[in-house]
């Protein structure tokens, strides 16, 4: 019995961070008892977990010993050890995702593999071995390469406009995509329990930060047409019944000027694109990542209003003890959320928390992201 | 500058049970750092408290200790040691509510004489010295005796219908109050900032549960007319601008069958009948209480869906280990959020928990409230 399961088994994470931060936050609602592995002694983690292990994620006795403590064990990044997590699969120990989905989607390559291979459709690409490699593919630029393993928040990411670029290829390992004429990048967060049961949540549509490479605010509902909304979301279950993987999935996709969708990266955990579903939706991402691997019923993932999500980036040019500006007449406003991630140190870009604004009209919240975005400061 | 503070100061809380532990899930997002003193080993707020203390709230020395380490104070619970926080506020600690507030409300029977010499409508009374003088008053029986000190969840009332029950009267200092004929029983949650910004969320209206005498579930918004929600409102912000206290106040009521809106017991700080506002309203009765103690702007208080809330009491007849029967069924429904309270033993009646339930239909709220009740069950 899944409750029976909640009660007795201890969850493990691999990560300290904020995505683990707040599913601690929301696994205190059903007395769940979580145990952090993280290789920063303060991360945001730190005090909520019930144990607190401060060690290399890539390790494998490292991990494998943290394994060996819990019953389940979850991911809330993927650059992890998944030989170590393998062992303890087979040692009897739930590991959701599974280390095979997770070592899929470690390295950009398998993962375009996998979606060419399972008629996904997806930006065309060809696989390159290192900087001399990419020269070959003149006839292709302007295109995008992504180093196959380690990027992470929009490192390992650079578009190559011509042989002038061609210098900045990555000497290692990667992919050269065909640079995608898109009009929006949108994201579907999926889930799947073990009993099979998928439930996607709305459709939300990303801005990213023009220098930082990610998301620097969200809005849901995305503002595209029913059929493109239905696409994705087909496209989203799809990816994760192929996979047959259990737990969240995030899988981010670029909308063409045509209306194609196109799958550009997944990720197999809470994710940024889902974090206004805590104020905005019946369920937060982060309860149903715990409904699925506990095997519960899924959550309902419709909106209860409208939404809208500002990361909160160190500001450029500020590094040290973090402080927040304007905070006071952000939370003057009605419907914004602050979450801050209890990071002492600010550097620029960091990802230092979000906003989460809701609004029933939609004029109204952009309105606030604007204000929000030039309000609030994270400086040093 | 507010926001400042809240960057700057350790905040303390007396008690470190459950609303305890909401307050400090509420209190993660804004990075406030909290340490907890309460005498249980194993108190819900334990592991997620940047510092917990084990310690009496009611010895000077302890309580003054405490609060030493910490720059603002505030309480979960009532029963504490007033004298160590007046001698803190003396010393310069922010103390809020403030030391002679939590005193007037320790005693029933201040709290009835504020009402009384601030003409705020209340059942009728007499001041009872031990069980002897109880029996002066018999042509006032039907009455409600009630301990004048240390009543908690329904401990500390009684109704002596006659006077042949006179025998159960309290033996030491109460009040003998009129029994109210009431049609409703209801809640106004109203919290103010050391600005005098006073802000008071929807009165919501309580069930109680027959034998316990706590309350069993509630809804909001309440069954009542405008013009009777109003005078509860204005009654509310009335007792906390004449206590002139910082911090969140609820204020329960009775309404008559000719509509008369009597205020019964005031409670300095997050209030059982505050819970739905977690995922009901624009801001949580926890944030507010954050908001208002730490001088911010007080956050909107509307509601964004009708709720109820459901209070997860242990099953009578049940003893030891707790064990969530139904979890699962009542996780399967939509609009239902569970919050368990990390409590490892239950007993007759004890508070395991609450479930919240949000539905734009009234009817459905009530259907989904029975469902609730007769699934979720805390045995042993």
Redesign the interface.
Known sequence: ????S??NQKLGILGGGQLG?MLI?SA????I?INVLDPDENAPCK????EFTAGKLTDFDTVYKFGKSCDLLTIEIENVNTQALKKLQSEGKKVFPQPDVIELVQDKRTQKRFYKENNIPTADFVLTENKEDVRKYTDRLPAVHKLGREGYDGRGVQVIKDKEALDKAFDAPGVLEDLVNFKKEISVIVARNENGEVKAFPVVELVFHPEANLVEYLFAPAGISERVALEAERLAITVINTLGMVGLLAVEMFVTHDDQVLVNEIAPRPHNSGHQTIEAN?TSQYEQHL?SIFN??L??TSA??PSAMVNLLGEDGYSGT???????EV??Q??V??????KKLTKPFRKMGHVTI?DEDVAVLRQKVDFVKNTLKVIA
Chains 1, 2 share one sequence.
């Open positions: 019995m899944a409750n029976k909640i009660q931060r936050q205190l609602d059903l007395n008892d005090h909520i977990s019930a019946y409904r519960m019923p959550g309902d209860v209003l973090a402080k927040y500006e304007g905070l006071e939370l003057g009605k419907g959320h602050v979450h801050l991630y209890g809701v």
